[in-house]
């Protein structure tokens, strides 16, 4: 297969299924896979709405409560806790980065490729790492993600349901379900579906020691309130 793939001046075989994805879709679907050239802005607006919402039903529906509490547990024991997310993945981590400080966890956010994995491979145990991919086979994280593995760090990664490589180096895999394909240039859909469990596992992290949680969350906010006028 690599010799194949080599022979038509390709690097692999992903580089092949991104080629021919791009020559039987039309130009919008880069925009979105439900899109038509001539939709109008009432059409656009209820198709972009739909996808959303689907998108919401279907991780619901996927996502795993005992992953969940499962992955509520590493957190709450371990003694740190490090995020890792790249390109539209990144806003999410750092999403969660802020959530995470706002209840009171030791937690950091990188966004980095290279401090990502100069990070990770000084992790160790006591510390949990959660990494944010939709695909699941972006090299930089599923570096990072096996690199906190090997060094004793407990891993979780917000993935979309199906095989990929990052799922090797995860001891807990929280699913989206995502109706992304591999002509997307970026994921939408799925942003919210991240976001959306994100919501769920700070939810849970927070009532798991509700009395420290609400006591820090009412510090935080007083705290914020003096950057208000």
Known sequence: MVGLCKSL???????????LAQEIVQPVQFIHEDLK????????IRKIFQSNVQTLHDTQAALDPNAMEKA???IREARRIEIYGIGSA???????????L????????VVDSHVQAISASLTGPGVAVLTVSHSGST????????????AGAATICITNFGKSPIQAYADVLLFTMARETNFRTEAMTSRLAQLAIIDALIACLALSEYDKSVKTLRHTFDVLSLKRY
């Open 102 to 109: 706002r209840i009171g966890l030791d937690v950091k956010v």
């Open 37 to 44: 050239q001539h939709d109008t802005i009432g059409s656009t």
């Open 9 to 19: 001046g390709a690097s692999g075989f992903q580089q092949i299924k991104i080629a």
């Open 139 to 150: 090299h930089e994280t599923v570096l990072a993600t096996r690199l906190a593995k090997e």
């Open 72 to 74: 509520v547990k590493l």
């Open 90 to 100: 990144a806003t999410i981590a750092e999403d969660a980065h802020y959530r995470m």
